[in-house]
């Protein structure tokens, strides 16, 4: 499934599974290794929807990619736990449909949350295959999880448009709802309209999508591999850009003011005098945190799986793997 498909961590130039490469589209885009644009604009998460278990919510970031924004800013997943934690929420899936792997790895996600990714490209109305496997991913996890109130988390990169359409496009379809009514239910719960006219357009008017064949379960979802919440990163907020994100309304606004160490506290303020050297063993010491020693070795981190055994696709044949 996966030895001629080349896939690219830094960049989002990856053609969809099953579709027909054109003959004169050999250049290959820029490389993006940044914070996906406009990604500031957005809130981190939105509120659950009544009625249904899904709650959606902007791509959480790896560290190395919340080290580019504000602190105040940042959103990993371990922010998005605390902000449903504040909700009283407790997440059971997370659904990510993204067209790229460069945001983060299931290194970065915790243990406790199962994870999916559905391989879904911006811009243009998802199609049939990607809308069937959202149902099947929904539908498994709702049966597997009748005993608990866990949630499914939904997200694309600004958690808006691909995954507004998929939400919506479920409440249409299988429970049944009025288009109209559903567009309103997911606005005012993620705090942002859908921006897509092509998208409004297909839900509002378009046919239901067939539900034939949506209580087969496509793949099983995949466990993350994080046990442990990573330890903030070094760069200071002095040293950040400033923000001109719009912020969370909700609960999870200014959700690291609490956790940042006041003024003074730190040992690596501490100038030296002018002209004084520093001795060369202390070098690595000043720059790194005194409390290093009990963070646990690097090497205790599990190991990056291979693509195949977490990335998948609606319209991509099926592997030989078995997950």
């Given amino acids: ?36 644009d406009r990604w500031l604009d957005y809130r981190c998460t939105g509120l659950r929807i009544p009625g249904t278990r899904f709650i959606a919510f902007k791509v959480p970031l790896n560290p190395s990619l919340n080290c580019q924004v504000p602190e105040s800013d940042s959103f990993g997943f371990w922010d998005l736990m605390d902000s449903l934690e504040s909700q009283n929420q407790k997440l059971g899936l997370i659904i990510d449909l993204t067209f790229t792997t460069r945001y983060y790895k299931l290194t970065d996600v915790p243990q406790t949350w199962s994870y999916i990714k559905i391989l879904t ?46 939400v919506c496009r479920y409440l249409i379809d299988v429970d049944g ?14 705090g942002h309209d859908i921006e897509r006219q092509n998208y409004l357009k297909d839900l509002q008017q378009g046919a239901k999508r067939s539900n034939e064949g949506i209580d087969e379960p496509e793949v099983k979802s995949t466990r993350g591999l994080a046990v442990d919440r990573p330890p903030r990163t070094g760069i200071s907020t002095e040293d950040r850009p400033e923000s001109d994100c719009k912020g969370d309304s909700g609960p999870s606004e200014g959700k690291h003011k609490d956790m940042r160490r006041p003024s003074g506290s730190d040992h690596r303020e501490k100038t030296q005098s002018t002209g004084e050297k520093r001795p060369p063993g202390n070098r690595r010491r000043q720059k790194g945190d005194h409390k290093s020693r009990d963070r646990p070795p690097q090497s205790r981190l599990p190991p990056t799986l291979p693509l195949a055994l977490y990335v998948w696709s609606p319209a991509a044949p099926k592997s030989d793997n078995k997950l």
């Fill in 1 to 36: 499934m996966f030895k001629n498909l080349k896939l690219e961590e830094e960049t989002e130039n990856i053609r969809e599974p099953g579709a027909a490469e054109l003959p004169n589209q050999k250049k290959k885009k820029k490389k993006k290794n940044g914070v996906p």
């Fill in 121 to 166: 490209k911006g811009h243009q109305v998802p199609s049939d295959a990607a809308i069937l496997s959202f149902k099947r991913a929904t539908r498994q996890f709702l049966k597997e999880n009748q005993d608990n109130n866990k949630l499914i988390g939904v997200h694309c990169t600004h958690g808006l448009n691909r995954t507004g359409y998929l």
């Fill in 177 to 190: 709802l009025d288009p109209a009514v559903a567009v309103k239910l997911f606005n005012s719960c993620r």
